[in-house]
């Protein structure tokens, strides 16, 4: 016979609301750590999927997604001209506001250089990619904007020709792709005021040209390499100009993920720590109160000659039956819940299997001390 099968049938609804409590720090647990997964792969998707080896960005920076770059216009002309290079792409990105039927919308206009770069790595989820080299937008679905849709961005209209899904950056905007040519005149629109602020200053030559040049608009040139080059020999190339610095995919993604967001990361998982400590100390003192609240039943089983044994079996079951049930029911809320946060929440089967080693030393803990009390229990305090 399974005293804690029995015990548990016996106070089905008290196992069940304390499974649900538990199950609700567990998801917390899970959406925590989801959240970091989220993050990091929403910082390194483009440089995962735009598939550059290495990123040219302007000289003494970082760029361009830690910090500012600016760069010739015509930089990937200069670097076609490196042998080994098989291809070199403009790249733009920046965010832009902008309203729509009455509503502000948030998107991360980003250039394609088309046409060398159609934007084949794109996932479509409906109509198509760019065919045309002006006021033509494949938009992320979190924007907000439907197929066929136009949107006006600077001075001109965009059609929206395709939509993809979870193609944003690193703060959650949607990416809105353009052409590269059509990213920079949104990103040089100016007001009205400004060109007669510009043509009282400086005459109508002045006027004419951007606040801020045109060149500053390219932020990096991503060179894709011929598979036999040496990467060491381009960089050098490149980087002996003396205006440019060369940085690698790997060199990308660890400025984003151990600098830029070094600070979040850090908070997350200190969150994720108190977190599940919280969730020890409740799920022990939840033991702790069946183990009291059982002392009668226990005094029984030592009255009629039962095995200390059995009490620590009765007591550590339900501890990990609690915990056991407490991660199922946790993970089927985030399935249910996740999905309708406004950041992606990646829970990945590893981290799941690290929470359930988590909860089962939680569980072995808060078992020790019910066993701990239950041991000191006495036979004759059936008659109290």
Known sequence: MNLAFKDIRFNLLRFLLTALGVAFLMMSSMGMVGLYRGIVADALLIIERIGADQWVVQGGRQG????????????????????????ARRFVQFSQQFSLHGRQLRASVTGLDFPKDPGRWIP????????????????????GL????????????????GLTRGMVDTGGDGLLFVTVNDAVAIAQRRTSE???????GAGP????????PQDSKIAAVLVTLNPAVDPEMVRRAVSSW???????????????????????????????GVLLVVTGIVVSLIIYMLTMENLHEIAMLKLIGADNLVIIVMIAQQAFLIGACGLGFGLMLSRLVFPFFPRKVLILPADVALLGIAVA????????????????????????
């Open 361 to 384: 030393v939680i569980c072995a803990f808060a078992s020790l001390l019910g066993i701990s009390r239950a041991l000191k229990v006495r036979a004759q305090e059936v008659l109290s």
């Open 64 to 87: 361009p997604f830690s910090e500012g770059s600016a760069i010739s216009s015509t930089m990937d002309r200069r670097v076609e001209g490196i042998a080994g290079v098989a291809s």
């Open 124 to 143: 479509i989820v409906g109509g198509r990619l760019l065919a045309s080299g002006h006021y033509e937008a494949v938009a992320d679905m979190s924007i």
């Open 205 to 212: 030559a002045a006027a004419s040209r951007s606040s801020v």
């Open 242 to 272: 003396g205006d440019v610095n060369v940085l690698s995919r790997a060199e990308q993604q660890n400025l984003l993920l151990n600098q830029r967001l070094w600070r979040l990361r850090v908070q997350i998982l200190a969150f994720t």
């Open 194 to 200: 400004e060109v007669l602020l510009a043509r009282a």
């Open 146 to 161: 439907r197929l066929g849709e136009k949107v006006h961005l600077g001075q001109d209209d965009y059609t929206v020709v």
